[in-house]
């Protein structure tokens, strides 16, 4: 898949803030729900969540198959594609990214 959130393609991230800028991005498609953006028809979805819920197994299910073939290539994309929909499940729920940080922080 190719990235769903993308910014301009002549914007830079720089890496620490790459997880920040995609969830603003997917808080930005959520809010204004332009046409045409994949992560857009997620929030406007018939299933609603459970369309989210489902990809989200269904990247879970590749990222575990990729790790299982040791092909690392495949393995960080898939895993990307995870992190991807998780993101736009916690902003489906009205969670920050502050709030995983957070709870990630706690954790240690």
């Known amino acids: 898949m190719?990235?769903?959130a993308a910014t301009d393609e002549g914007d830079s991230v720089p890496d620490e803030a790459a997880l920040d800028e995609?969830?603003?991005t997917i808080e930005s498609r959520k809010a204004e729900l332009p046409e045409g953006s994949y992560t857009a028809s997620l929030f406007t979805h018939e299933k609603g969540e459970n369309a989210v819920l489902e990809k989200i197994g269904e990247e879970?299910?590749?990222t575990i198959?990729?790790?299982k073939d040791d092909d690392l290539d495949e393995l960080t994309y898939e895993s990307a594609d995870l992190v991807y929909h998780l993101l736009v499940l916690l902003a489906m729920k009205d969670l920050d990214i502050d709030d995983l940080r957070d709870e990630l922080?706690?954790?240690f």
Do not use: G, M, W
């Open 60 to 62: 879970s299910t590749e």
């Open 2 to 4: 190719s990235d769903p």
């Open 105 to 107: 922080r706690d954790r």
């Open 22 to 24: 995609l969830f603003a």
């Open 65 to 67: 198959l990729a790790a």
